[in-house]
């Protein structure tokens, strides 16, 4: 990723316990926004499921705060910034009252359902910071309701692209693009909801940013974000100088792509020395035909988010923890593909990449790191027709299990990862579409085994009482299982069924567009994280307890 040169701060009297409030109040900054987004959307997905974040940068576009949401989108905020203001709106055309959007992958985006929204803070007449969100929208049209096409060869069947474009100049809307936007999608009416969040949250965090300003002065604001991206900077570096130099490397691989069946490698070599750290993914296989390519932005986040959950001490997280990564991804590999190849489903590269990462730095640091989590985001959409020929729009993202540790078990059916989303209430999925969710539960013995045992993956159904319906996914771990470390076994893999007058048909794991009639069932089974240690290490009195709870077979 290129960097782009940041402006100076003017020097000040700002002591360490006036920085260490100014910390906390971006984050606090981050959380309030957090909280209006979740007060105010519309949609399931973003209201229930959780599936946004919202952050602080400093007035050129590093991040300096976040709230804790999903690492995913958080670690690429600021490369999606900064790709706009270099490449695209350059931040000098920025103003007060500015709204700045895209959805574009090839813009600093990562996928077409997730809007990027930035808002610039002035105060005593300089650009002190930028308050930014990201929400993954219910739809942005495209081939699948969604917009989660699992057939798409090319970009332009995802959805509409939004290249970097002001909705609001100035504080006012632009009327043309919002109403472009609104005639494309399945549901304008989420999208606008869903929209007017994000906009309510970007005018919260302006709002508590200028106050800052006004209580400590504008230089003191823009310092106290350079000194804390310095001190992550440190931070990061000592940590990193804490693992032995050498060079690490693992392997796993994605099912195939949804369009031809062959598997692919995702591979990472780490090369650690002294205080700085290189991540080459050379290896990695080339960029597919199907919907699984993830741009840099999100390539990037999994290496990222991966050297982060390693630390063994607190480190803040901001753009100032990259700095000691670098990042060698060629162009046209999957991790970083050639404009038009499709992205929807860029999580499965950003789930496998992480779980690679753990895999080679297990080598490095034994001990800290868990065998493999389920890692996959289940995205599964329906879009349900009604009588009248009326459209609903579900989209859920299910979980699996988590890897076990060295000192204890993985957990059972837990958002891990690259991602942290909640599930979305049955009742409120049932209020919502023509839709009902006839079973949910663990998988007995879906946990790979060992001294530590791995995490239960769900079982999920829906069933149709609509009509008509039509079902796309996006799934993965249905051949290659979650790995275990230390001689602890794979976790289980996943399964889709049709169940269709009590007869139960296999599916693959991409669908795309499959019709179903009133009273189908569709059956999602996910897979468990991988087991730690040999089995035989495990202690009886744990083993009569995961026979007690139906946790093995």
Not at 14 to 30: H, I, K, M, Y
Not at 85 to 90: A, G, W
Request: charged share 20%.
């Amino acid at each position: 990723m290129t960097a782009m040169t940041r402006t100076a701060a003017a020097k000040t009297d700002l002591g360490p316990v006036t920085l260490e409030v100014l910390r906390n109040a971006f984050t606090a900054t981050a959380n309030e926004m957090d909280v209006t987004v979740w007060r105010t959307s519309r949609s399931t997905i973003v209201r229930e499921m959780l599936d946004y974040s919202t952050a602080v940068f400093d007035r050129d576009g590093y991040n300096v705060a976040q709230s804790a949401r999903i690492p995913g989108h958080l670690n690429s905020m600021s490369a999606g910034l900064i790709t706009i203001v270099r490449d695209f709106l350059p931040l000098d055309q920025w103003q007060e009252g500015d709204v700045v959007i895209t959805n574009d992958p090839y813009c600093g985006g990562q996928h077409i359902p997730d809007i990027l929204a930035y808002r610039p803070v002035y105060a005593e007449g300089q650009r002190i910071a930028i308050v930014g969100t990201l929400c993954h929208h219910l739809d942005m049209g495209g081939m699948a309701a969604g917009s989660y096409a699992a057939s798409a060869t090319e970009i332009f069947q995802e959805g509409l692209r939004i290249p970097p474009l002001k909705l609001l100049r100035g504080g006012v809307m632009n009327d043309d693009v919002l109403a472009m936007m609104l005639q494309n999608v399945r549901r304008p009416d989420m999208l606008l909801g869903d929209l007017q969040a994000q906009l309510a949250s970007l005018a919260v965090g302006h709002g508590t940013m200028q106050r800052l300003a006004t209580r400590f002065g504008a230089d003191t604001i823009v310092e106290a974000c350079t000194l804390l991206l310095d001190g992550s900077e440190r931070a990061m570096r000592a940590m990193i100088g804490r693992i032995p130099d050498g060079r690490y490397s693992f392997e796993d691989f994605l099912d195939d792509d949804g369009i031809l069946p062959d598997p692919i490698r995702i591979h990472a070599q780490i090369e650690v020395k002294g205080e700085e750290m290189v991540v080459d993914l050379s290896g990695c296989g080339k960029q597919a035909s199907g919907p699984i390519n993830a741009t840099v932005a999100s390539s990037g986040s999994a290496v990222y988010y991966a050297v982060m959950a390693i630390a063994d001490k607190e480190i803040p997280a901001n753009a100032g923890c990259y700095r000691p990564v670098s990042l060698i991804v060629p162009e046209g590999l999957i991790v970083n593909p050639r404009h038009p190849a499709p992205v929807a489903n860029r999580v499965a590269v950003g789930h496998r990449l992480a779980t690679t990462m753990f895999g080679a730095l297990h080598q490095a640091v034994p001990g800290r790191v868990p065998a493999a989590y389920y890692g996959v985001s289940y995205v599964c959409s329906f879009q349900t027709i009604g009588e009248q020929g009326e459209r609903g729009v579900l989209v859920e993202i299910e979980i699996g299990g988590t890897g076990a540790y060295d000192d204890q078990d993985g957990l059972n059916a837990y958002s891990y990862g690259m991602h942290n989303n909640a599930s979305i209430p049955i009742e409120m999925i049932e209020a919502d579409v023509p839709l009902t969710i006839t079973a949910y539960g663990l998988i007995d013995g879906s946990g790979g085994a060992g001294r530590q045992r791995g995490g239960l993956g769900l079982f999920r159904e829906w069933r149709v009482d609509s009509p008509a319906a039509v079902f796309t996914a996006n799934l993965e771990r249905f051949k290659f299982r979650p790995y275990g470390l230390e001689g602890g076994e794979p976790g289980r893999e996943g399964h889709l069924y049709l169940i269709r007058d009590g007869e139960r048909q296999a599916l693959g794991s991409k669908i795309n567009n499959l019709p179903l009639v009133k009273g189908d069932i569709i059956r999602l089974e996910t897979s468990g994280g991988g087991g730690y240690g040999a089995v035989e290490e495990r202690i009886p009195s744990a083993v009569d307890h995961d026979r007690l709870c139906r946790y093995a077979c």
